[in-house]
């Protein structure tokens, strides 16, 4: 008998899972917020680790396609210091595809393929445990019921309350992000310095990191340690005043690198929260979740990558478990928890010393994970 199976959120952990399970010939239901794909804008690049997001890819028959896509010079790392010196220099090797950048939209594309995914599906709450299946609501009061009900929907789960009271908790650090268009014709300066993958600057319990996107697109992050309500003065619609208040927060940054915010288009806020360390939970049949609604952690290159696995992973297990789904995702889920716990006490160390009272610490650290 075919199992009734939902993937609540079409992310990289849910779109991995269903197009693992496509590619095993097993139908999901793909229950989307969003009303189309380019509802918003799809964030910035990823870089996705040999181990992981690759395998992941691998395993959904897509590796090749995505090294047609992405970009592995975009492993260059730059670390200035706040005068503008550059203090380290990596270049990638030409055949180096460790950690090769992908664009989220075109990861997306990629994943999508021949998804049917159900856009404008906004999932209320997920209720296991009734006569029929796990009930899954919706904004619009209508309810399906499924054998599986999947949370892959990101930080705010509206599934992880099925399995878990946990919530999301603020690391203290904020990040602020704005983005520079057509960079090689209307800032060649930048262009440079930004170089052909991610410039990072870092002062006393702030940093500035600018990453190169296709197309000559930019994203940069200023990140900083702040209360919550920082910016309770501040009108986030008011370009100007969010940018002025940067630049004072790194009054006495080297001019071209506050040309980053100088030349910033519109600000997105975006305080950074996480679950606690190890999160786990009691099994409850019917219901699991991946990716940030398992194991939100600090943004340090791992939540994309484990997401992924995650996905591929679940859907491996499903598809060769000759009929016991249950057991397939205890099986699961045993190993996730595993391999999360040890990336979320990575990334919420790594936090600390990258955004720290000492720059030199922010160093240190890039000197350990950098290939020489
Ligand atoms: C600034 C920044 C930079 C990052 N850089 C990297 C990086 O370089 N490498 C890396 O590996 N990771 C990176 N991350 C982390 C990465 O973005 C996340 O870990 C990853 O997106 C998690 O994927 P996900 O599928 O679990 O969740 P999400 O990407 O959050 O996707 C969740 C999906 O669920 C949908 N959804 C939410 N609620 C509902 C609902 N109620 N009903 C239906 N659908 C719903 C959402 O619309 C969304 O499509 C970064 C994060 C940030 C903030």
């Given amino acids: 008998m075919r199992h009734r199976i939902a993937v609540v959120g079409s992310g990289p952990a849910g779109l991995t899972f269903a197009r693992v399970m496509h590619r095993h010939g097993y139908p999901v239901a793909v229950l989307e917020r969003d009303p189309a794909p380019d509802a918003r804008p799809p964030g910035g690049t990823l870089d996705l680790h040999e181990g992981m997001g690759q395998l992941a890819l691998h395993k959904a028959g897509l590796l090749t396609e995505f090294q047609a896509l992405s970009r592995p010079e975009g492993q ?11 203090l380290r220099d990596w270049r990638p090797r030409p055949d180096d595809r460790a950690n090769p950048e992908i664009d989220r939209g075109q990861l997306r594309d990629l994943l999508l393929g021949p998804l049917d995914v159900q856009w404008g599906r906004s999932v ?24 599986l009900v999947v949370g892959a929907d990101g930080a705010w789960s509206r599934t992880r309350p099925a399995v878990s009271s946990v919530t999301p908790h603020y690391t203290g650090v904020t990040y602020v992000e ?37 197309g000559g697109h930019v994203k ?4 900083f340690r702040a209360p919550l309500d920082w910016h309770t003065d501040l009108d986030p619609a008011d370009v100007e005043a969010v940018r002025s208040s940067l630049l004072a927060l790194f009054d006495g940054w080297a001019a071209p690198v506050l040309d980053l915010l100088r030349h910033g288009t519109a600000f997105v806020h975006r305080p950074l929260y996480v679950l606690p360390v190890s999160h786990t939970w009691t099994h409850v049949p019917g219901v699991t979740l991946l990716g ?11 939540g994309a990558n484990l997401a992924m696995l995650e996905g591929a992973e679940l859907a491996e297990s499903i598809a060769t478990c000759r009929g016991d789904l249950d057991e397939a995702v205890r099986a699961f889920e045993e190993q996730m928890w595993a391999r999360a716990g040890r990336w979320a006490k990575i990334t919420t160390a790594g936090l600390e010393r990258l955004v720290s009272p000492d720059p030199a610490d922010a160093l240190a650290l890039f000197d350990r994970v950098q290939p020489s």
């Fill in 76 to 86: 260059a790392m730059r670390i200035l210091d706040t005068d503008g010196t550059v």
């Fill in 124 to 147: 209320t709450q997920v209720v296991p445990g009734t006569r029929e299946g796990v009930a899954v609501h919706f904004a619009d009061g209508r309810q399906e019921t499924f054998d």
């Fill in 292 to 302: 940030d609604a398992a194991h939100l952690m600090p943004p340090l290159g791992a």
């Fill in 220 to 223: 940069v992050y200023a990140q």
């Fill in 178 to 214: 704005t983005s520079l268009d057509d960079v090689d014709t209307r800032h060649p300066g930048l262009a440079r310095l930004i170089g052909d993958g991610s410039v990072a600057v870092y002062g006393v319990n702030r940093g500035l990191v600018a990453q190169r996107n296709s």
